[in-house]
């Protein structure tokens, strides 16, 4: 568990700098402070708690790497008062945030030296976008890299310009797409994430991160599993149960648990150990 730092309970006036449009329900806001510096430094799949004042706060994943110095991106879907509102925002719109929250994920001590797996479906790319963006910039810490990404369509896949220009090329890198029914001008894969990662067959010894839709992550450890795959090498990241990040307000506990302060990085054989109300 990170040691807290009380600055992490002050919001801190933010900026939005830039907005981009990713798919119909999903933007990536780029926020600085006042004077156009990253608001905090983090790690990869560490959270910030967003406020409109007058309208609410909600904790969102950091998309951008913490190799990124200069500013700090969340990508938000369409899917409640908050973030429709925050939808609605334009750039030069000032906000609050405040952080970091959260157990990262092990880049500098579990993952390296590893070969990295990385699947995910939809708006589940945000969670570890800083995580793959961290171990590309880092790329000689790591071994081979496959990335596995689903989505509903082609105009729902998230950083689809990223993924193709930059993580698609990267040194001993691989990049699987696919989109679950066929489509005009699509020629890639089509299917489901779950039944494309058993089709493709990866090295049982490879390190895997799962972040997605509660039925996707499923039939992807079931997958996974009857493949060889321990609980142990596989990780995903709980963020969506955080609310207040500091453990107070017990909203995010399971068992003895709390996912903002034992996670919400958690090992799949952590998982294992809690209650099935999870």
């Known amino acids: ?21 990713d798919t119909p329900d999903i933007k990536t806001f780029t926020v600085v402070t006042r004077d156009g510096k990253k608001p905090f430094d983090h790690k990869p799949g560490q959270c910030a708690m967003l406020s409109i004042p007058g309208v609410g706060e909600a904790m969102f994943s950091i998309t951008s790497s913490p190799t990124v110095t200069d500013r700090m991106e969340f990508s938000v879907k369409k899917c409640g008062r908050l973030t429709d509102i925050l939808h609605q925002t334009e750039i030069g719109q000032e906000i609050t945030i405040r952080g970091p929250y959260g157990r ?35 790329r000689e810490n790591y071994g081979k890299i496959a990335i596995v990404y689903g ?8 950083d689809i310009d990223e993924i193709n220009n930059v993580w698609a090329k990267a040194e001993n890198t691989d990049v699987y797409l696919t989109i679950d029914r066929a489509q005009e001008g699509w020629n890639g894969h089509v299917g489901f994430v779950p039944n494309y990662v058993t089709e493709l067959g990866f090295d049982t010894s490879m390190t895997a991160v799962l972040c997605g839709p509660p039925i996707m992550i499923k039939f992807t450890l079931q997958g996974l599993y009857s493949q060889g795959f321990k609980p142990e090498q596989i990780y995903t990241t709980l963020e969506m149960r955080m609310k207040c990040g500091i453990g107070k307000c017990g909203r995010c506990n399971v068992g003895s648990k ?11 054989d952590e998982l294992s150990q809690l209650p099935d109300e999870y």
């Open 104 to 138: 990262p994920f092990p880049v500098d001590t579990d993952f390296k030296g590893k070969d990295l797996l990385f699947i995910s479906g939809g708006v589940g790319l945000a969670p570890i976008h800083s995580v793959i963006d961290y171990c590309l910039n880092n």
């Open 1 to 21: 568990m990170m040691a807290e730092r009380p600055e992490n309970l002050i919001p801190t006036i933010g900026v939005i700098k830039d907005i981009r449009v």
């Open 151 to 158: 989505s509903r369509s082609k105009n729902d896949l998230l």
């Open 258 to 268: 709390y996912v903002c302060k034992d996670g919400p990085v958690f090992r799949f």
